[in-house]
């Protein structure tokens, strides 16, 4: 288990250094939008819906070595098949817990198209160049070899650490604008289960948290630290992911820099928008700009008008 003592002192020194690090290979305006915009609960929940798609694939591929082509092919509509998804190397009980979020996302995608309608699945870029594009971003400089999140169960769980985190904040962000009760219920019951795997995927890096991740001399605290600082930085506006370990100022009631569970100085949850929801996937800093996750952007109303306008 992590011991906070070793990283309390240069946490900081470690933070203001990955900083100065990350923002050579990110460079993001500084004027963006962080306030709501005007949607129905249809568009507000099908914005969700891309990263339910990003999920399904990422999780079924990586535990079965199929995705929903084979699991669910009607849920697709006849969407292109993901770039890049392969089996990862896991040990037995990461690949079963993997195994059961892939399901459960076929669910959240049938409810979600059941309730309040679909759309193609949007082209998806889970290719391990893309991994390692994003892990590059996030220290500041090109790791060698590339970092590949299929090569073994460390590396797969630090990449899950890129991916339900975003749709959990999300839907904290779109539940109090939705207007209907069947879309609260319906995004209520989406939530709880994000929040069971995000959960799940830092307690399982939490416990290696000391670790080395080889070869690169960077335990898996600081990928954690370095993943969320750049999933702030791209989102621009301010900080609502944090890694493994904290300083005390940010743990809950400034008493543990534990942190297994990223939440506010009231220990609630974040809340992302749309649009900051778009910044993280598509790598860019911009809604208006595809990229990372979604080559061509994601589907749905707010995502294609966003991008209708760049």
């Known amino acids: 288990m992590y ?30 939008s962080c306030g709501p915009i005007i ?7 099908q914005v969700a819906l891309n990263l339910e798609f990003l999920e399904a694939e990422f999780f079924l591929n ?35 817990i993997i195994e059961e979020f892939g399901y459960e996302e076929v669910g959240h995608l049938r409810a979600i198209i059941t309730r309040i309608g679909g759309f193609p699945r949007p082209l998806l870029n889970l290719s391990t160049e893309n991994f390692a594009n994003m892990f590059d971003a996030a220290v500041g400089y090109k790791l060698d070899p590339p970092f590949d999140p299929y090569l073994n169960t460390v590396n797969y769980l630090l990449a899950c650490y890129l991916i339900p985190y975003v749709g959990l904040v999300g839907y904290v962000g779109t539940i109090p604008n939705l207007v209907t009760y069947t879309s609260r219920e319906l995004v209520a019951g989406l939530l709880g289960v994000e929040s069971g795997q995000d959960a799940v995927i830092r307690a399982l890096l939490y416990e290696k948290a000391n670790e080395m991740v080889l070869p690169y001399n960077i335990t898996v605290a600081k990928f954690s630290g370095y993943i969320s600082q750049l ?15 904290v300083p005390l100022q940010l743990g809950a009631e400034n008493k543990t820099e534990t942190n297994v569970l990223s939440a506010d100085a009231n220990s ?40 209708a306008k760049a």
């Open 3 to 32: 011991s906070k003592e070793k990283m309390a002192t240069p946490y900081l020194v470690f933070a203001l250094f990955t900083t100065i690090l990350n923002v050579q290979m990110v460079m993001c305006a500084p004027a963006a």
């Open 39 to 45: 949607a129905d609960d249809r568009d507000r929940i």
């Open 62 to 96: 990586s535990a079965l070595g199929k995705g929903l082509d084979s699991i669910a092919p009607m849920l697709t509509a006849g969407g292109p098949r993901p770039v890049g998804a392969k089996k990862a190397n896991l040990d037995a009980l990461t690949n079963r």
């Open 231 to 245: 999933w702030n930085r791209l989102a621009m506006c301010g900080i609502k992911d944090e890694g493994l370990i």
């Open 268 to 307: 609630l949850s974040y809340a992302r928008t749309p649009q900051e929801v778009l910044r993280i996937v598509y790598g860019t800093c911009s809604e208006y700009n595809p990229g990372g996750f979604f080559p061509n952007g994601g589907n749905g109303r707010i995502a294609k008008g966003f991008l």
